[in-house]
T-cell receptor
Framework: DAGITQSPRHKVTETGTPVTLRCHQT?????MYWYRQDPGHGLRLIHY???????DKGEVSDGYSVSRSKTEDFLLTLESATSSQTSVYFC????????????FGQGTRLTVV | QQQVKQSPQSLIVQKGGISIINCAYE??????FPWYQQFPGKGPALLIA?????SEKKEGRFTISFNKSAKQFSLHIMDSQPGDSATYFC???????????????FGQGTILTVHP
């Protein structure tokens, strides 16, 4: 398995609370991504990073922010969790040139009650 | 807006049969088309990928067929096995230059069940 660790793996939180998910890689890859997976929607891109401190929005970025202060860590923050953010969150990494393989983490199952 | 449409949502085949999953895309700038396989509780893993300069790519029992003019591509699993039971996602990305950064756009997924 590619060196990607997501934490926590499972979390239950209350509506309105902030939540931070962590993605840690040991591959020194340049590109990192956060996706959410929901039934009927596949995986949708939330935010991505193309270098330290270089991040941008994806398709479903509202209510989320990210930070990447070092190559190995990419943090996803739900500023004020809502029930619509109940989902499975996947981090992915990719190195090399365009269209090289993206490796996915094991996912974080987040439930907002 | 769903730029990659995948069908069917679910598929049941008998062991030894052929599984076929189809995808259609809208953005003609896409130039990389991977298929991912996902088992329950796991992250997606790359199965096979194709670029639009070829019409077919085969790796073992898995084949991608690509039709650039129709903006469609499909995954064929020959001699399907119970161990192939999983969720399959097609995806597309723009890789050549610009600021696309290899972002993947996924189809909705197909749950494949192979009966023994």
């Amino acid at each position: 398995d590619a060196g990607i660790t997501q934490s926590p793996r499972h979390k239950v939180t209350e509506t309105g609370t902030p939540v931070t998910l962590r993605c840690h890689q040991t591959e020194n890859h340049r590109y990192m991504y956060w996706y959410r997976q929901d039934p009927g929607h596949g995986l949708r891109l939330i935010h991505y990073s193309y270098g330290v401190k270089d991040t941008d929005k994806g398709e479903v970025s509202d209510g989320y922010s990210v930070s990447r202060s070092k190559t190995e860590d990419f943090l996803l923050t739900l500023e004020s969790a809502t029930s619509s953010q109940t989902s499975v969150y996947f981090c992915a990494i990719r190195g090399g040139g365009p269209n090289t393989e993206a490796f996915f983490g094991q996912g974080t199952r987040l439930t907002v009650v | 807006q769903q730029q990659v449409k995948q069908s069917p949502q679910s598929l049941i085949v008998q062991k030894g049969g052929i599984s076929i999953i189809n995808c259609a895309y809208e953005n003609t700038a896409f130039d990389y088309f991977p298929w991912y396989q996902q088992f329950p509780g796991k992250g997606p893993a790359l199965l096979i990928a194709i670029r639009p300069d070829v019409s077919e790519k085969k790796e073992g029992r898995f084949t991608i067929s690509f039709n650039k003019s129709a903006k469609q591509f499909s995954l064929h699993i020959m001699d399907s096995q119970p161990g192939d039971s999983a969720t399959y996602f097609c995806a597309a990305s723009i890789g050549a230059g610009g600021t696309s950064y290899g972002k993947l756009t996924f189809g909705q997924g197909t749950i494949l069940t192979v009966h023994p």
